[in-house]
């Protein structure tokens, strides 16, 4: 027979900004803790375009989690992917065939891409979630000004130096403001059958405005700012169609296609498959976005003892929907950690409370918009305040003092130093 388990068990799914903050918040507690994420890393996804940019590599916005936990000892990390839940027997199956029992469960599995139904766009259009999406992404747009150089096709050139980003939130405007500068700025002068400053970037969105989720001063700034940087920004464009040699527009009644070999995808998220696993083993219907409700202390109704957070929990609060952010996330698991020792020690569960500090969108250099304590800011200023605050949050300090260089370095010279790749690198 098996021994009883020493302390009472909390199993944390998913190593992002919420599970990672569930698990050091429970530094110290007299429970034992597994964390279960399908990857060995921790991922900083607000600076992943860098990544997918060449302009950081990928180990200085990422760390293995065991590194971060290791001084914990009442934490094991297992990497594995969970395929099922039980909630009357308490415990999850992982793919690899084991069996993990729990007293709490904390599920933090987070989002992944949209394709509203067209499944099939993927392949064409790739998304940006992970550090494999971020290296491919950089295989395709680096390899797209090779193939443009060696070209003779003026169609085929045309449509490799065309670039399409959709989607106007943060990694829309982020990707497309970035390509601009590579375009402009670091190719400059290394080839001679192309002028990479002649790439077509082109920002569709199909609302009426750019980073809708702003006030609406700061998205018509935001669009100054990308159009300064010669993005061609098309608002109310709706694609209808994407497949390897373009994309189908419809804009005011008119369809327009659009020949080019280089998508990013940024337009829709929503909540990972884990999601409607757990939906199901609770009896209850996620939202639109795949979502899970959850009861004012983020538990599952029905299921005190079971807590969902960061973009995997459909949560609103005086009728405000709890934004999916990496503070929010982090707000949560910190949240649900608490909750944790507050039913171990007999005591009634808190309601979340998210605390908004602000938001920022970079565009470019010396470019971004923000919203801070109420303050609103734009231009050199918070884009400074962007610089500032990311560095901050990053995970370790060789992280952060790697970053800093190469974006002193990027500002000085304007090169991006992580364009080695090869085409193995390509996203199927």
């Given at each position: 027979?098996?021994?009883?388990?020493?302390?009472?068990?909390?199993?944390?799914?998913?190593?992002?900004?919420?599970?990672l903050?569930?698990?050091?918040?429970?530094?110290?507690?007299?429970?034992?803790?597994?964390?279960?994420?399908?990857?060995?890393?921790?991922?900083?996804?607000?600076l992943?375009?860098?990544?997918?940019?060449?302009?950081?590599?990928?180990?200085?916005?990422?760390?293995?989690?065991?590194?971060?936990?290791?001084?914990?000892?009442?934490?094991?990390?297992?990497?594995?992917?969970?395929?099922?839940?039980?909630?009357?027997?308490?415990?999850?199956?992982?793919?690899?065939?084991?069996?993990?029992?729990?007293?709490?469960?904390?599920?933090?599995?987070?989002a992944?891409?949209?394709?509203?139904?067209?499944?099939?766009?993927?392949?064409?259009?790739?998304?940006?979630?992970?550090?494999?999406?971020?290296?491919g992404?950089?295989?395709?747009?680096?390899?797209?000004?090779?193939?443009?150089?060696g070209?003779?096709?003026?169609?085929?050139?045309?449509?490799?130096?065309?670039?399409?980003?959709?989607?106007?939130?943060?990694?829309?405007?982020?990707?497309?403001?970035?390509?601009a500068?590579?375009?402009?700025?670091?190719?400059?002068g290394?080839?001679?059958g192309?002028?990479?400053?002649?790439?077509?970037?082109?920002?569709?969105?199909?609302?009426?405005?750019?980073?809708a989720?702003?006030?609406?001063?700061?998205?018509?700034?935001?669009?100054?700012?990308?159009?300064?940087?010669?993005?061609?920004?098309?608002?109310g464009?709706?694609?209808?169609?994407?497949?390897?040699?373009?994309?189908?527009?419809?804009?005011?009644?008119?369809?327009?296609?659009?020949?080019?070999?280089?998508?990013?995808?940024?337009?829709?998220?929503?909540?990972?498959?884990?999601?409607?696993?757990?939906?199901?083993a609770?009896?209850?219907?996620?939202?639109?976005?795949?979502?899970?409700?959850?009861t004012?202390?983020?538990?599952?109704?029905?299921?005190?003892?079971?807590?969902?957070?960061?973009?995997?929990?459909?949560?609103?609060?005086?009728?405000?929907?709890?934004?999916?952010?990496?503070?929010?996330?982090?707000?949560?698991?910190?949240?649900?950690?608490?909750?944790?020792?507050?039913?171990?020690?007999?005591?009634?569960?808190?309601?979340?409370?998210?605390?908004?500090?602000?938001?920022?969108?970079?565009?470019?250099?010396h470019?971004?918009?923000?919203?801070?304590?109420?303050?609103?800011?734009?231009?050199?200023?918070?884009?400074?305040?962007?610089?500032?605050?990311?560095?901050?949050?990053?995970?370790?300090?060789?992280?952060?003092?790697?970053?800093?260089?190469?974006?002193?370095?990027?500002?000085?010279?304007?090169?991006?130093?992580?364009?080695?790749?090869?085409?193995?690198?390509?996203?199927?």
């Open positions: 027979m098996p021994m009883a388990p020493e302390h009472p068990r909390v199993l944390i799914l998913g190593g992002g900004f919420g599970g903050a569930a698990a050091k918040a429970l530094k110290g507690a007299a429970v034992d803790v597994t964390l279960v994420d399908r990857t060995n890393h921790h991922l900083f996804q607000p992943l375009y860098q990544v997918a940019t060449a302009g950081l590599a990928a180990p200085s916005i990422a760390a293995p989690i065991r590194h971060i936990l290791r001084g914990q000892r009442n934490v094991t990390v297992l990497m594995g992917e969970v395929v099922d839940i039980d909630l009357a027997a308490r415990s999850v199956t992982l793919a690899e065939g084991g069996v993990l029992g729990f007293d709490h469960l904390v599920v933090a599995t987070g992944t891409h949209s394709y509203f139904g067209r499944d099939d766009w993927a392949t064409h259009a790739p998304g940006l979630k992970t550090l494999a999406d971020a290296q992404i950089r295989a395709r747009l680096l390899e797209a000004f090779e193939r443009a150089e070209s003779t096709d003026a169609a085929e050139r045309a449509a490799l130096l065309r670039f399409v980003v959709i989607g106007g939130g943060p990694t829309g405007v982020e990707m497309a403001g970035t390509l500068e590579i375009a402009r700025h670091t190719l400059q290394e080839f001679r192309i002028d990479p400053a002649s790439a077509e970037i082109l920002l569709l969105e199909g609302g009426a405005r750019i980073l989720a702003y006030p609406e001063a700061l998205s018509a700034s935001a669009k100054r700012q990308l159009e300064s940087l010669g993005v061609c920004v098309r608002l464009a709706k694609v209808v169609g994407i497949d390897a040699d373009g994309v189908d527009v419809e804009r005011e009644g008119v369809r327009e296609r659009l020949p080019t070999r280089n998508v990013v995808w940024g337009a829709g998220v929503k909540a990972s498959p884990l999601g409607a696993l757990l939906a199901r609770a009896g209850i219907d996620p939202d639109r976005a795949g979502r899970v409700p959850v004012s202390d983020l538990s599952l109704p029905g299921h005190p003892e079971v807590q969902v957070i960061g973009d995997l929990a459909a949560l609103s609060i005086d009728g405000q929907a709890v934004p999916g952010i990496a503070p929010a996330a982090k707000q949560m698991g910190q949240h649900a950690a608490r909750n944790v020792i507050a039913r171990l020690r007999g005591q009634a569960t808190t309601p979340f409370r998210y605390r908004d500090y602000g938001s920022m969108a970079t565009i470019g250099r470019r971004a918009i923000g919203v801070i304590g109420g303050m609103r800011f734009t231009g050199l200023l918070a884009w400074w305040l962007w610089l500032f605050a990311h560095i901050v949050f990053l995970i370790g300090y060789r992280n952060r003092l790697v970053v800093l260089m190469d974006w002193a370095s990027q500002y000085w010279t304007m090169q991006r130093h992580a364009r080695v790749f090869s085409p193995r690198d390509e996203a199927p």
